[in-house]
């Protein structure tokens, strides 16, 4: 959700070409979606990371969730990541796919937030 979000954030800023008030409002919503991703690959890394015998016990699968518990309770439940969390499923440069998207949130937010807080350079003059 939150790769999705941080696309669409910048999709929709592209598009719209916004003035310096409107870069400072999609700079927030950059941080905004860029934090969430980062809490989320990062806790998903941290797990992996773990000792087997710290790894928090397998709960029950994620649609089962959502269609048993209220919304608040779910995504407490959800946020607080379960045993298969902790599967490592492939390995890339030595580094598994949380950590990847971990590194692609810290790259991709910052220079979505540089573009949109720098100055524009002047023209050239001719």
């Not at 927030?28 to 087997?52: D, K, S, T, Y």
């Not at 030595?94 to 573009?115: D, Y």
């Amino acid at each position: 959700m939150a790769v999705i979000s941080l696309g669409l954030v910048f999709l929709v800023s592209a598009v719209h070409n916004p003035g310096s008030l409107g870069r400072k409002i999609y700079t927030l919503f950059i941080v905004l979606a860029a934090g969430a991703g980062i809490a989320v690959a990062g806790r998903h890394a941290w797990l992996q990371i773990m000792p087997e015998d710290q790894v928090p016990a397998c709960g029950p699968g994620f649609d089962y969730i959502i269609d048993s518990f209220p919304f608040s309770e779910a995504l407490a439940l959800i946020f607080t990541g379960s045993g298969e969390c902790a599967d490592i499923d492939w390995i890339f440069l030595g580094l598994s796919m949380p950590a990847w998207v971990l590194i692609c949130f810290i790259i991709i937010g910052t220079a979505g937030v540089w573009n949109n807080v720098r100055k524009d350079s002047p023209a050239p003059v001719a």
